[in-house]
């Protein structure tokens, strides 16, 4: 090999290359494993839309969450329209009561009743000084030949009985309930207790719990014996009816109430985990080091422990809240949670109880919204515990 | 080496027991360290060799009260130490360091370089501002890294550059003693040598006093001043390290440094490896007598007997062995 082969290399070639990288920190790496997991991209998506839905859905709707309408109650989501007359349509409400609709689903006046006769089973009503007849004993007719036939109307003797087609209930897109209110305001707006239920128990919880856990992990020995000890006796209690109890003993039912009361109880299951991070963190070597340096154990939970616990902190609490809003609708359900006229998912369900068999509807928009929810933020969850995972980290 | 004689830190029999298990099912201790006496003179290199789980770590970290002695007396520059309150010890703290075996888990990954190597200057608020940053980056080009290191994670380095943001980390609080535990233990063997190379440096620089624990037989010999063997939380021997190395008197000083490769084949496989029966006896609930004696070919029953002390033979060159004299003999007459 001759010297001429060999030539000088720059001195801008020898600089160190790795000066322009940026650096992948922890979290932009998790956010890149996040991104590849399709479904808990899917949970996220669905939790910022029913947070935003939550936030600036009730402001959008035509009626508020506790305004009533006598006269429209128990209207469902789908109309059954019946077209009478030219350009005349009826929709009859399944405790017969008989609205003038617009073709394409808006709902109109209830027609007044003019008379009512149980045992043949018509009723008449007045438009515009005619008289509307309504019978609807063909419904309970045992004959097959009529099993097609529901109502038949009678509006200038011209008698209707087909059905001119089904439309959206376009003035109450979910339908109303047996007062009268939206029930599509009224889900969104039990978005916003609901939510506001689950994120602040959940906080409360996860300050309560860290704090709890880090102290007793990181103590050791007799403190944290005792501290868990009592974390044993809250565990053992079954939570429901610790719940439930609390509830009864506080009088004034209201948002605050359950969030104490939640945020009360669920901190053991964060305790313990945090306490299981402290445990198996303080004797690595960091920490060690930060003890050599003598940091103080207030610095070193907060700088060293916290921060390397904080994966399975944040998974937790995204499934900490789709329980949290599960117990808050359950304690609704059962009649302990949010009163009236406020409405949580709980409490609409549990309203709609009532006239479950005739006004399903009711039930199926704010239980879909809780499933949602919980099938949300259980999707996020886990996908978090994937992508926050440290094994899947290099280094 | 002992030049001035002022030691700078003095063990005395320090003691380290664990207690593990309940009323119920009998208490075990584990004397991890059960006696161990030694000083470390200022500006010298104490090494601490031993096998696996001879206590070794412990030790270092009992002496730097990581863990509370269960017994004995720990003295750092004329203070005793022994009893102190964590806030009492603050400041002694900055003048013992230590750095550690495993630099992938002696980094905090959450925090960037600046802020681990400024964790001891801002706990013993030293420093601030422009002067806090210059000696962050002054402490980098010390240990051989680049300015430009200051704002990465732990994660973009090698195993070598980590342990040296660990040694400047304890750097960083202008120390006395650092205890080195097995710095090097966990490094390729090419970057093994520049690390211990750097630490000599350091000490010369800095004036730095180490004990060095370590079980590479000959990384010890070369960094070290003087040498203590541990077997099974006791000290065996000590003794200045070229003397340890040429007269190695207790036999399992003896069989620790035949097995030393030579890095000649043909004379390697001439070498004579004393090989030990038998695995190490458990450190939990020991008997009295030597600790050793269980794998020692020369075992009588005065050994199994009574706990060997440490004596005096020649200067500075201390053995825990009751026949040291006659294996003396034998051993000379072996190699005639």
Redesign the interface.
């Known amino acids: 090999m001759r010297k001429e082969d060999f030539e000088f290399v720059d001195s801008s070639l020898k600089q160190d290359k790795e000066q322009i990288r940026t650096s992948l920190t922890y979290w932009k790496d998790a956010w890149r494993r996040l991104k590849q997991n399709r479904l808990a991209l899917v949970g996220l998506i669905a939790i910022i839309l029913i947070t935003l839905i939550a936030i600036f859905g009730p402001l959008f709707t035509a009626h508020t969450y506790r305004e009533q309408d006598n006269d429209k109650i128990n209207t469902t989501p789908a109309l059954d329209i019946y077209q009478i007359d030219d350009g005349l349509f009826v929709y009859v409400s399944r405790q017969y009561r008989l609205f003038i609709v617009s073709e394409d689903g808006v709902l109109g006046d209830l027609l007044v009743n003019t008379e009512t006769n149980v045992n043949l089973r018509y009723k008449t009503y007045e438009y515009n000084g005619e008289e509307i007849t309504l019978d609807y004993s063909y419904k309970f007719s045992d004959d097959p030949e009529y099993k097609d036939i529901d109502f038949t109307f009678t509006y200038k003797d011209v008698e209707t009985f087909e059905k001119h087609k089904t439309v959206l209930n376009k003035t109450y897109p979910f339908g109303t309930d047996q007062l009268g209110r939206d029930v599509m305001t009224r889900v969104f707006y039990g978005a916003r207790i609901s939510l506001t239920v689950a994120l602040v128990a959940t906080l409360v919880n996860l300050f309560i719990g860290v704090a709890y856990g880090a102290i007793s992990g990181l103590e050791g020995g007799k403190v944290d014996n005792t501290m868990m000890r009592i974390v044993d006796i809250i565990n053992s209690i079954p939570l429901l009816l610790y719940v439930i109890l609390l509830m009864v003993m506080i009088d004034n039912r209201g948002l605050w109430t359950i969030i104490i009361t939640l945020g009360s109880v669920y901190w053991v299951g964060m305790a313990r985990l945090v306490r299981g991070q402290v445990l198996s963190l303080k004797n690595q070597e960091f920490v060690l080091a930060a003890r050599m340096l003598g940091v103080s154990k207030g610095k070193t939970i907060t700088k060293h422990l916290i921060p390397n616990a904080l994966g399975p902190i944040i998974v937790s609490m995204t499934m900490m809240i789709p329980t949290a809003v599960f117990t808050e609708s359950f304690l609704s359900f059962i009649g302990l949670g949010i009163s009236a006229p406020t409405a949580s998912w709980g409490t609409l369900a549990n309203d709609a109880l009532g006239g479950l068999e005739l006004f399903p509807y009711q039930l199926f928009f704010p239980s879909l919204a809780i499933a949602i929810t919980m099938l949300a933020f259980n999707f996020l969850g886990d996908g978090l515990r994937t992508a926050l995972d440290p094994r899947l980290r290099k280094g | 080496m002992n030049n001035g004689k002022i030691p700078l830190l003095q063990v005395v029999n320090l003691k380290k027991h664990f207690v593990s298990g309940s009323r119920l099912s009998g208490k075990q201790v584990l004397t991890a360290v059960d006696g161990i006496s030694f000083e470390i003179y200022r500006g010298e290199t104490f090494g601490l060799v031993g096998e696996s789980g001879c206590g070794k770590t412990t030790a270092g970290?009992t002496i730097?009260r990581?863990y509370n002695p269960t017994d004995g007396q720990l003295i750092f520059d004329n203070i005793d130490i022994t009893n102190m309150s964590e806030k009492e010890?603050?400041p002694i703290?900055?003048r013992?360091?230590?750095i550690?075996?495993?630099p992938?888990?002696?980094?905090?990954?959450?925090?960037t370089i600046t802020d681990i190597i400024a964790?001891?200057i801002d706990?013993?608020k030293l420093l601030t501002g422009i002067e806090r940053e210059n000696r962050i980056y002054e402490l980098l080009e010390v240990v051989g890294l680049?300015r430009?290191h200051a704002?990465?994670?732990?994660?973009?380095f090698s195993g070598g550059q980590r342990q040296r943001i660990?040694i400047a980390?304890?750097l960083a609080?202008n120390p006395d003693l650092i205890i080195c535990d097995e710095p090097i233990s966990a490094l390729d063997v090419s970057i093994q040598a520049q690390i211990v190379n750097m630490l000599e440096d350091l000490q010369k620089e800095f004036g730095l006093t180490y004990l060095f624990i370590a079980h590479d037989l000959s990384m010890v010999r070369h960094i070290s001043d003087r040498i203590g063997v541990m077997y099974l939380g006791k000290l065996v021997e000590v003794s200045d390290c070229d003397e340890l190395y040429t007269n190695p008197l207790h036999p399992y000083t003896q069989s620790l440094l035949s097995s030393i490769p030579i890095p000649n084949p043909r004379e390697n496989s001439k070498k004579k490896r004393i090989i030990l029966e038998g695995d190490i006896t458990s450190p939990i609930n020991p008997k009295p007598g030597c600790r050793f004696a269980p794998r020692c070919r020369y075992a009588q029953d005065i050994c199994r007997q009574v706990t060997p002390e440490l004596r005096e033979l020649g200067e500075g060159h201390t053995v825990a062995c009751h026949l040291v004299e006659e294996i003396k003999k034998g051993f000379n007459h072996e190699s005639d």
């Open positions: 970290r730097c990581l010890l603050k703290r900055r013992m360091q230590m550690f075996q495993d992938y888990a002696s980094l905090n990954t959450r925090m964790e001891g706990t013993h680049k430009e704002s990465r994670y732990p994660h973009e660990g980390r304890s609080v």
